[in-house]
Every structure is written in C-alpha cells, then in structure tokens.
Nanobody, 122 residues
Framework: QVELVEAGGGLAQPGGSLRLSCVSS????????MAWFRQAPGKGREFVAE???????RYGGPVEGRFTVSRDNDKNTVYLEMNNLRVDDTAVYFC????????????????WGHGTQVTVSA
C-alpha cells in the first residue's frame, strides 16, 4: 500500500512563501507522476501542479508563474514551492500519485494524502 504524507502547511502573509512536501512510501516512487490539488472551503477540488516521472511539469492557471513543483526521487519526496501567495490560495492542499508516470487524468491518481492546510491572511 502506498501512503503519502504532506507537510509544510501553515499561515503565511499575502506575498509570502511556503514550501510543501509530500513523502511517499513504497519502492517505485520514481515511476509515478505526482500532483498537487487543493480544495478551499465551499469549493470543489482544483488542480494545482503536476510533475511526471520524466520531470516534465504543468500548472493550473491560477498558480502559473508563482508555484513550482519538483521532486527528489532519492528522498521519495515531491515539493510545492509557493511564492507570492494570495488570500485565495487558502485551501487544504493534497498530494496525489499516479502509477502511469505520464501526465494523468484526475481519475488516474490512485494514491492520495490526507492534506495540509495553507492559510494566507494578513
């Protein structure tokens, strides 16, 4: 069973930065595509960022140019560097993994963490 554990959430000011991490169990992390999703109160799940097993990346429109996703396969960890934070970035951020390795459809993400809260407030 693959388990994902997110960390690094907390309180930041508008314009500030946070770095989230997600550590995976298992022996085949390097073969997964990894993604970040978020869900704000009263809102649906939103795609944030994705990194393939080949380390190609893509981003959701609201975070493009502000967030950076990366991975360290030696540490079984994916990161989300969040810069120039906005109040509407406030959400629970979830890490997810796909065994396909390539960019994946949401339903192909089979492994999910429990989330970490990010709050952006003055």
């Amino acid at each position: 069973q693959v388990e994902l554990v997110e960390a690094g959430g907390g309180l930041a000011q508008p314009g500030g930065s946070l770095r989230l991490s997600c550590v995976s169990s298992g022996r085949t992390f390097s073969t997964y595509a990894m993604a970040w999703f978020r869900q704000a109160p009263g809102k649906g799940r939103e795609f944030v960022a994705e990194v393939s097993s080949g380390e190609y990346t893509r981003y959701g429109g609201p975070v493009e140019g502000r967030f950076t996703v990366s991975r360290d396969n030696d540490k079984n960890t994916v990161y989300l560097e969040m810069n120039n934070l906005r109040v509407d970035d406030t959400a629970v951020y979830f890490c997810a993994g796909s065994h396909y390795g390539r960019f994946s459809r949401p339903e192909e993400y089979a492994f999910w963490g429990h989330g970490t809260q990010v709050t952006v407030s003055a």
